[in-house]
């Protein structure tokens, strides 16, 4: 049985992603995706085809690049919800110019209020090195807050390395 909220949090290419999507399909509840990531080039391009490819007919695909409200709210307790990932969430919000504190209330506010378990993907920016230029430190300032808030709100939180599970949080 899947915890209210679970943050799974790791590095590009940590398999965070594919953890995620195991332990929803392992629920035994409807599996719902919600894909944050927009198509800025073909490296990402290619990268949603991976993720899309993983995934087989039973999932409930939606696009969700802003407003994750929408589709929570109408989720119900024979789902569970993947958001894949709030790293690309952020991205477009900061590429939009959104006010970012409104945002992110907003999504924690739809968290709480979703009836199905979530489980959220995220990206662990803060242990490389300090970024060369403001907005790159900027960017990784708000998502080290976007991290520490999504943590806070979670039963479970955990950290994917080489594709293995590191409980911070709760219990698997």
Request: glycine share 6%; proline share 3%; charged share 20%.
């Amino acid at each position: 049985m899947l915890p209210s909220m679970t943050f799974v949090l790791g590095g590009a290419a940590s398999g965070k992603s594919a953890f995620a999507e195991n332990a929803i399909v392992n629920s035994g509840l409807i599996p719902v995706y919600l894909a944050t990531a927009r198509i800025w080039d073909a490296e990402i391009k290619d990268r949603v085809q991976v993720h899309r490819d993983r995934r087989d007919a039973a999932w409930i695909n939606f696009e969700a690049t802003h407003d994750l409200a929408h589709v929570l709210c109408e989720r119900d307790a024979s789902e569970a919800v993947l958001i894949d990932c709030a790293t690309m969430w952020l991205t477009n919000h900061v590429m939009d110019g959104n006010d970012l504190a409104q945002a992110q209330a907003a999504l924690m506010q739809a968290l709480d209020d979703c009836a199905a378990p979530v489980v959220i993907v995220s990206n662990e920016l803060g242990q490389g090195i300090v970024p060369a230029d403001a907005d790159t430190r900027a960017f990784r300032e708000a998502q080290g807050r976007l991290n520490i808030a999504l943590a806070a709100r979670a039963d479970t939180a955990i950290q994917v390395v080489a594709g293995l599970p590191n409980v911070l949080k709760g219990s698997l």
